[in-house]
């Protein structure tokens, strides 16, 4: 297997080449996922049991593994392909880390729902909005799974779900267990008005706005309590 380091994560070159070409050139250039990075630098620790909805490559759970070998991390992603380079960039790094999942959290699972595979396939998401930039090329269905279920045993949630926070930020979402919250707006896909909603009821529910950070689509934000 061929592979390209950066940040002295290993993944494979042929993963890196079905990405978007201003993804490869954040690769190439050390910058892909920066801001996630330093958060998970920043703010997470060996004691932390995280969920991961929305994985990729599988960087940033390695990253993070690799930083704090005693962190759990589960790593989740609808997307079949997504869940398959995630577990080989787990492997390809020796981290000891669960397979990747390749399910759609949800409020409430019932069955297989559509997920819809765009051009740029990091866009690709649950949410069937035509994007000019990225057209919908497939549409695959994949399995659900509560996410009370997934959160049975973790502090922390990392999310970046291309705007399906909107269907999972809500007032049936339990985070009575939750201390730590990194979250990837998605402002494109839901609005701005679906942010500050979801913003709102993270703040209501007794978190702390600790880092906001804008970027060129969509911010990150990182919360605590």
Same mark, same amino acid.
């Given at each position: 297997?061929?592979?390209?380091?950066?940040?002295?994560?290993?993944?494979?070159?042929?993963?890196?080449?079905?990405?978007?070409?201003?993804? +490869?050139?954040?690769?190439?250039? !050390?910058?892909?996922?920066?801001?996630?990075? *330093?958060? %998970?630098?920043?703010? #997470?620790?060996? $004691?932390?049991?995280?969920?991961?909805?929305?994985?990729?490559?599988?960087?940033?759970?390695?990253?993070?593994?690799?930083?704090?070998?005693?962190?759990?991390?589960?790593?989740?992603?609808?997307?079949?392909?997504?869940?398959?380079?995630? +577990?080989?960039?787990?492997?390809? !790094?020796?981290?000891?880390?669960?397979?990747? *999942?390749? %399910?759609?959290?949800? #409020?409430?699972? $019932?069955?297989?729902?559509?997920?819809?595979?765009?051009?740029?396939?990091?866009?690709?998401?649950?949410?069937?909005?035509?994007?000019?930039?990225?057209?919908?090329?497939?549409?695959?269905?994949?399995?659900?799974?509560?996410?009370?279920?997934?959160?049975?045993?973790?502090?922390?949630?990392?999310?970046?779900?291309?705007?399906?926070?909107?269907?999972?930020?809500?007032?049936?979402?339990?985070?009575?267990?939750?201390?730590?919250?990194?979250?990837?707006?998605?402002?494109?896909?839901?609005?701005?008005?679906?942010?500050?909603?979801?913003?709102?009821?993270?703040?209501?529910?007794?978190?702390?706005?600790?880092?906001?950070?804008?970027?060129?689509?969509?911010?990150?934000?990182?919360?605590?309590?």
């Amino acid at each position: 297997m061929n592979s390209i380091e950066f940040e002295g994560i290993s993944v494979d070159i042929a993963n890196v080449e079905e990405m978007p070409v201003y993804i +490869q050139d954040c690769i190439y250039n !050390n910058s892909y996922e920066n801001d996630e990075a *330093l958060l %998970v630098s920043k703010y #997470l620790d060996n $004691n932390d049991r995280v969920l991961e909805l929305g994985c990729a490559i599988g960087y940033l759970g390695t990253f993070a593994k690799k930083k704090f070998p005693g962190i759990y991390w589960l790593s989740v992603d609808a997307n079949p392909q997504m869940a398959l380079d995630a +577990q080989a960039t787990h492997q390809l !790094n020796n981290v000891d880390m669960p397979k990747p *999942l390749n %399910v759609v959290a949800s #409020l409430n699972a $019932n069955g297989p729902v559509p997920f819809y595979i765009r051009e740029e396939f990091l866009t690709s998401s649950l949410l069937p909005v035509e994007l000019e930039y990225s057209k919908i090329i497939q549409v695959e269905h994949v399995p659900t799974m509560n996410i009370s279920e997934l959160m049975l045993e973790v502090n922390t949630l990392v999310f970046d779900i291309e705007g399906g926070e909107a269907n999972l930020f809500t007032e049936d979402l339990d985070l009575a267990n939750i201390e730590k919250v990194c979250l990837e707006y998605h402002d494109h896909f839901i609005g701005l008005s679906e942010v500050e909603r979801i913003h709102n009821l993270i703040v209501k529910r007794g978190f702390t706005t600790i880092e906001y950070n804008t970027k060129q689509f969509g911010s990150v934000a990182y919360y605590c309590r």
